[in-house]
């Protein structure tokens, strides 16, 4: 079966006077059509990076595709030509950027720039185009008669859905979201995230969910790849992920987050802090602040394991490398220096 | 969220790092600057004008040569003992530009200094209150700046009689308006930054918020408008001397030097020309520098 | 009400702003107390006015009306030289640790200034010392002396506006938001510190978030403030447990659960948050409210104590 997207052995680097900025490291991730991926990392892991990458989007110089292909309903899309780049993006491939207050052109009026993006890829125009926007601003809650107003009569929420109606106005086949809520506020985040979760069935969207947010994962997405350093540490099915999370990044974000529903005293952090791009740790990148390194964790570089099905993860200690240790969150206890 | 963080460039624990190395921000602004070639060009045309500038009286003695008429040398062009020849009164033009070099700078300097402290104070009281002390003071500023500064020049140095100190004072006082308008602004959108509050938490009294961490916050602006002004202040000088106003003969200053060789201009150009292609590569060099602190200095301030 | 062991008493805390528009009712009639060493937390979204309780408390803001009792005395009408002294005793900790550090300044000027202020050293060796002290009570590495905020990562420079709130020795802290700005690994890691700090000296916090999974790990109380008003009021083991308000209702149901198993029944909130400019009487959330019926838009709910504890301004419950 023909995957929607199929990314292999991706590497952005950002050539900077401060040194080589491994942006993406040999990623691999795949969508079918309607499915959402979700792609959980922090600052610094590369997601957004990726993003970009997809849409052509990287700007270069200083940054640069250094290998691999992404597959776009079967074409490779570092290999055609701008002209039809063009043509993909904001109409099969769209794309929401994390900030609502600054993604709309404030001169411009919300109809005008949902019409924009319909008149650049469709043969409609004028009037058409902007009974279609009207009728866009319906589909995300808000009224038509709405659609002579300016992005600053707009509340955050507001905002963001109009980005929404933008992005879907073409009826695109995937849509990449990048940490689409963050800004928001927690009521609005759940308005939204339904808001999307509806469209995308009502319209069979294949989405890519950035985010850092592990609630928003369980919420909306089917699969999730988990990233760090620029690589992908772990992808696996939903399911598999919250019930069997293998790799001790993943444990340790599992472990920072404050649980609503148990009484935990303390936290269980990961120690340290991210690695710096221009000069990531030979081996593992996450051998550092990893509880269960062995010195052997420094040296080689982890491969894909198979944990389950599709759930496959990074870590030496599923190759036979490392003992496997059954995982907690450690706490460290004492006070750390950084 | 994940812009803030990301902003950092994170301290290498693991590399040893002397406890007491200062990484001071200007090292990073002159990292910049350096790798901006024509700013580096108008940086090294100051540095050859200062150095003329320090050393004018090792370089020529000025009362054997500088003023020193020679009438049988008179508007003679450029030769082995004379470099860029002799004016309409014998002296040597090369000394003559070199001792002029001293009198622009030292007017520059001064000048944009008054007018920084003064102008610059202004302002950051202005900027800082807000409301009716803010008005009164700005619409003073509005008032001035509404005369044109070389006729406010002229007016002051009318008053007070043609000298160097008086020309410094004029040129000081014309420019105070600009300086307080630009530091007004750069404290305005500092004032309200959180670091502001957090002074205020810990007590600090309006005085120390001032000085100690607006006004360091707010210099880069200022350090622009001053190399810009540094080359108006040496235009207003030359302006001010062609028309008899500023440095009075024999002292030599290129605006003068400019004026007393017009009547030559037929059949010795040498004169003007040599005083009038000083003062465009001065004022070149000065803005190549300007622009390119800008530059270097934007960075830092989008951060 | 007052409680014997006190540190900080509010009554009636009001901040009004004038804008183009009309008066902004930031925060509108808050009360609360907070005992020695315990930690009260203040949630709500954006517009609640909680970031501005905080700094009203503080006198960072003038307040319009109110009193703030610390340690029983008032302070609103405290002179200046009154109020530095008491501003030894209240510190607050800044949500954005790029904005509340003076981008000029090293680390040890920035930790060493309020020392500076208040003459608690006599030798610049006196100095230096009391620095290092409080960057290791936060966990700083003693090579960060002279290096500048924009060098250091985000969680670095929170620990350093940590060390900063805590050089003066203050009974009292307000926490603007102290960790929404880092990522999820570093949060953790500047809570099990804060943490520390409160068992090891006895600190006293308010601790301002819109995160309530947060604030339930952080707090022995809870506030919820709706545009300027708190709504309801209890014991964070009571609020969790049985939220009485719609509005917290709702903001506890919105919160996405990073488990798959536990689905907790969601309540949306139709619409946006009304306008603060102004503000028509009655209940504020009506707008918005499952719940609301005519006589909630008439009369303007009280923080009634319904329960042992717990406090609601509402008046279908």
Known sequence: MSKLLKINDLSIHYLTEDGDVKAVNNINLELDAGETLGLVGETGAGKTTTALGIMRLVPNPPGEVTSGTIEFEGRDLMKIPEEEMRMIRGNKISMIFQDPMTSLNPVMTVGEQIAEVIEIHQDIAGKEAMDKAGDMLELVGIPATRVNDYPHQFSGGMKQRVVIAISLACNPQLLIADEPTTALDV???????????????????????????????????????????GEVIEYAPIQQLFENPSHPYTHGLFGSIPNLDEEVTRLTPITGLMPDPTDLPSGCTFHPR????????????????????????????????VDKVSIKGTDQGKKEVV | MSSVSNAAKPVDLDKPKAKNKKRSQWAEVWRRLKKN??????????????????????????DSVVIKQNLKARMEGPSAEHILGTDEFGRDIFARMVHGARVSLQVGLIAVGLAIGIGGSLGAIAGYYGGRLDNIIMRCMDVFLAIPSILLAIAIVSALGPSLFNLMLAIGISSVPSYARIVRASVLSIRDQEFIEAARAIGANDFRIITKHIIPNALAPVIVQATLGVAGAILSTAGL?????????????????????RQYLRYAAHITAFPGVAIMITILALNLLGDGLRDALDPRLKS | MAASNALLEVRGLKKHFKTPKGLLHAVDGVNFTIEKGRTLGIVGESGCGKSTTGRAILRLHE???????????????????????????????FQDPFASLNPRMTVSEIIGEPLLIHKLVSSKEELEKKVEELMTLVGLSERLLNAYPHELDGGRRQRIG??????????????????????????????????????ELGLTFMFITHDLSVVKHFSDDIGVMYLGQMVEKAASKDLFADPLHPYTKALLSAIPVPSLTHKRERVTLEGEITSPINPAPGCRFAARCPLANDSCKKADPELREVKPGHFVACHMV
């Open chain 1, 290 to 321: 990893c509880p269960y390194a062995k010195p052997i964790c420094a040296q080689q570089a982890p491969k894909n394991s198979v944990v389950e099905g599709e759930h496959r993860v990074k870590c030496l200690m599923f190759e036979g490398l």
């Open chain 2, 37 to 62: 070639k024509m700013a580096m060009v108008g940086l090294a045309i100051i540095g050859a004008i200062v150095f003329c500038a320090i050393f004018a009286d090792v370089i020529a003695d000025y």
């Open chain 2, 241 to 261: 001397s062609f028309i008899g106003m500023g440095i009075q003969p024999p002292a030599p200053e290129w605006g003068a030097m400019l004026s007393g060789g």
């Open chain 3, 63 to 93: 307040p319009t009306a109110g009193e703030i009792l610390f340690e029983g005395k008032n302070i609103v009408d405290m002179s200046k030289q009154e109020m530095q002294k008491i501003r030894r005793e209240m510190q607050i900790i």
């Open chain 1, 187 to 229: 009521t609005i985040q759940a308005q939204v995230l339904d808001l999307m979760r509806n469209l995308k069935k009502e319209f069979n969207t294949a989405m890519m969910m950035i985010t850092h947010d592990l609630g928003v994962v369980a919420e909306v997405c089917d699969k999730v790849a988990i990233m760090y350093a």
């Open chain 3, 162 to 199: 940590i060390a900063r709130a805590l050089a003066l020795n203050p009974k009292f802290i307000v926490c603007d938001e102290p960790v929404s700005a880092l990522d999820v690994s570093i949060q953790a890691q500047v809570l099990n510190l804060m943490q520390d700090l409160q068992e």
